[in-house]
């Protein structure tokens, strides 16, 4: 054969081989093309805490998505920051507006841990959802860093509180009590004016600034506030809180014939970072079938796994069923969600927390799966359990009077000299406030009294043991506690009452306020 012969044939060997290559790049690329989509679905019930949302892969191949959910699952903390900025109401400050994000989506809980890396603003608000006030602080000044606002946090040796710079100078908004205070319309003060001259807390009920949470309404105004800011010899700006934390694209990776379903209670309890059990939380369930095999990624904070199998995480194995991935899961001092499956010998369950004010369903509710394989998925709800139905945080739903504390303030501004040491206390006290309105007459004053002794003296026999009983006639010497207590005595029933002060998330229970790792 010539010489000319064999440069054509090695010519068209290469070419052949150039044109095999170039199929299969873009057969693979059109074939990951073609599995891209964008799918919505509407899924109504009518009882919206009964039910959960079941998401299917019913293909061969994994599904890979972001989600949304009545548009408020934020993929990464972009997505956060573009439904701040741009929101259409422009009457409300940026900084105010993204304090009332936080304060809304984030509940009343002791933290789940010490560690900073739960305070990445997307994962905190899609998984966590609870913390206690350095978590809300730390999470409120990481939005505002996002949005381009200037932001620190302040350690009052009591409580902890962000700060913004805006108008010239540092704002408080506090989203653990829910209250900023103002000596005027237009400007926010900041820690060290409120340090200087505390009774602007004590005097800010005369804002009457909305609010139905009862532990901020029992605690922005009192005196324990206001001295946390007055001593200011624990007050300190805490880095702690500013050191860089990572943040991750929330995506959801279902395997073929895997189940991803929300929102439940899949695990009995739920423990703290002291050890004590957290009242409301809700899981997300992933199921991968038995001899799946490969990568799961999803960027929620992990509750508990489930089967056996062999998977790996950042280069060590752990046996699924074994004690080592239960202690690593739950020591919590770093954020797992990155795993290898090796192997699954069985059904395999990933448990992971979602913010049930995220997660929770409505009558109506619109899903948007963005991504590969989404057309493989099967969406719709089915009813849940009674057992696996969640602990929604609470919503005071009662009469917006009993929210009304002004009244009482004014009166018990010149009756704090009398001090509130036992229950007797309380019941002298009221005489005061009820003669000092001399709008009533002498048959009223009585009748008022009694309906006001019988209702109390029932309330503290019904509390669930006696040292909690007298640790809450004591903290009645405060007037707001005083002060919201008697509203609240005037307008609920007895046992609604009992109930908040049996509760172990209630503010009494919590004067030492977590203070996180600093």
Known sequence: MSTDNLIFLNNMKLFVSLLIFYCIVFSRCNSDQTSWGIVSQNLNTNTPSGSMIRIENLGEESAHFSLKINDVLFSNNEELKEYLVDKTDTLESLEKRSWRFVKDHVYFDQSLTDSNWIHDPGLFINSLGFGYCDDKAAVLAFVWEKIGLFSRVWNLGGHVVPEVYANDGWSLYDPMYEVYYQTNRNYVNGVKELSKQPSIVRSGYLDKMPCKNIHALWNRYSYKTAKAYLTIDNNMISEWYSKPVAEHDLKIKIPPKGTFEFPGKYEKSLVNSKGDSVFSYANAKLTIPKGWTGKINIPLVIHSINGKGLLNISGKEYEIDMEPLKALINKRTEFIYDMQFKQTDDTVEIIYLVNPLVFGLSKENLLVAEGYNTKLLDFRIVKLNQSKRIN???????????????????????????????????????????????????????????????????????????????????????????????SLVEHLETEEIVAIINDGRNPINHNKTHTGGI
């Open 392 to 486: 929604f945080p609470p919503k005071y739903d009662f009469p917006e009077e009993a929210f009304n504390v002004a009244n009482y303030m004014d009166q018990l501004f010149n009756l704090r000299k009398l001090k509130i040491k036992k229950r007797s206390d309380i019941y002298k006290k009221l005489i005061l406030i009820i003669t000092a309105n001399n709008t009533l007459k002498q048959e009223e004053m009585e009748d008022r009294y009694r309906f006001f002794y019988k209702k109390i003296d029932n309330i503290l026999s019904s509390v669930n043991s006696e040292t909690k009983s007298v640790e809450f006639v004591k903290s009645l010497n405060d007037d707001i506690y005083f002060s919201v207590f008697i």
